[in-house]
């Protein structure tokens, strides 16, 4: 049996069901009860935070046969189930990351001439629009600019200030918040609920708080823990869950490092502090991982000396291509340096900072 996902198991399918974005919502929901649809939206946010899912819901509510006085599909007529199990085609998702090029806007532009097949309005849901190429965008602007009858453009980004101004003026903006903490909390206490597993609240409320604001990311560890748990979520297994999660964010923070990136490394830094680990077990576990990276740059068979799982070691092969064996010391010696320190530094997260920085520098 295929196992679902809890983000796409109980992915809202009316606007109702939509958490934290209740100004975007009651917005559309207006515009929809009156009839006064834009052509083209914009909708701005960080990830995970509901743009495709509003605007999936958006694009069944302008199209239902039977809308709800609330603005809601019905999710029950011809052309809403057509829409949610994929056999009516008028929708389309496209991901710009992947289909970014001025070809990819033209196969839009040419299909538009015609009317929908099935439905009233076709719909076209661009995720991550600011990926387009800039001709691309050009040609995009110009089907935008001479809008097409019964066609909806939704455009979806995460980075809205790369989207071309003269995009922008053509659509109408909408921006989707971070989710807080407090709402996620109770979210994924009621899906647990709903879908007959136990998760005791500080553990909820931990997971909410490392989600950062994106509902899909705490569904996502909120299935990892559920994984491993036996039906019974609890703090202690999801610090420990998390305990492989935090290696990855060890290594998130040496390729950062690798790469220079100095804002990178000091917010992944953040993260690992925010999550719930010390300056000093940050500095000392850095260490580790350096030591780690050590011996796979300079032994033949790293797994005779690492105590670690094969694909982690399989990874620290990979990551010490990035660093000269010098860059590995210097990094070695540099938190060495600090540990000794910290007991007696009155910041020692802003010696830890400070280290980081340099060491990408
Ligand atoms: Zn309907």
Same mark, same amino acid.
């Given at each position: ?141 110009? @089907? /935008?600019?001479?809008?097409?009858? %019964?066609?909806? +453009?939704? &455009? !979806?980004?995460?980075? $809205?200030? *790369? ?77 420990? @869950? /998390?305990?492989?999660?935090?290696? %990855?964010?060890? +290594?998130? &923070? !040496?390729?950062?490092? $690798?790469? *220079? ?89 802003? &010696? ?10």
């Amino acid at each position: 049996m295929e196992q679902t996902t809890l983000y796409r198991k109980y992915r809202p399918i009316t606007f109702s069901q939509v958490i934290g974005q209740s100004f975007v919502v009651n917005t559309l929901k207006n515009q929809l009860t009156s009839g006064n649809i834009s052509h083209a939206y914009l909708f701005c946010g960080t990830r995970g935070t509901g743009k495709t899912t509003v605007a999936k819901i958006f694009s069944r509510s302008v199209n239902c046969l039977d809308l709800q006085p609330n603005g809601d599909p019905c999710n029950k007529c011809e052309a809403c189930t057509g829409l949610l199990n994929g056999t009516i085609l008028d929708v389309s998702e496209i991901d710009a990351a992947s289909n970014r090029r001025v070809d990819d806007i033209r196969l839009i532009r040419n299909e538009v001439q015609y009317a929908p097949t099935a439905l009233k309005y076709r719909v076209y849901i661009i995720d991550e629009v600011h990926m387009l190429t800039g001709e691309a965008f050009n040609a995009l602007l110009k @089907t /935008l600019e001479e809008p097409p009858k %019964n066609t909806i +453009f939704i &455009l !979806a980004t995460t980075e $809205a200030h *790369k989207v071309p101004l003269t995009i922008q003026s053509r659509c109408q903006r909408f921006d989707f918040r971070r989710i807080s903490n407090k709402d996620i909390t109770s979210h994924l206490l009621q899906t647990a609920k709903d879908d007959n597993f136990e998760l005791a609240p500080d553990a909820a409320s931990v997971i909410a708080t490392l989600a950062d604001g994106a509902m899909r990311d705490a569904l996502s560890i909120l299935d990892q823990c559920k994984g491993v748990s036996g039906g019974k979520v609890t703090l202690d297994v999801v610090q420990n @869950t /998390l305990g492989v999660v935090g290696r %990855n964010m060890y +290594f998130n &923070l !040496a390729d950062a490092i $690798a790469d *220079k990136s100095m804002g990178d490394a000091l917010s992944i830094a953040n993260k690992i502090l925010t999550g719930g680990s010390d300056a000093s077990v940050l500095a000392n576990t850095l260490l580790a991982h350096y030591r780690d990276l050590a011996v796979c740059k300079n032994v033949d068979s790293p797994e005779e000396i690492l105590d670690e799982p094969s694909e982690t070691i399989e990874k620290l092969k990979e990551q010490c291509k990035k660093y000269s064996t010098d860059k590995i010391i210097a990094c070695m010696q540099g938190l060495s340096e600090i540990i000794a320190n910290l007991k007696f530094a009155s910041s020692p997260r802003v &010696l830890v900072e400070s280290t980081i920085l340099q060491l990408s520098a």
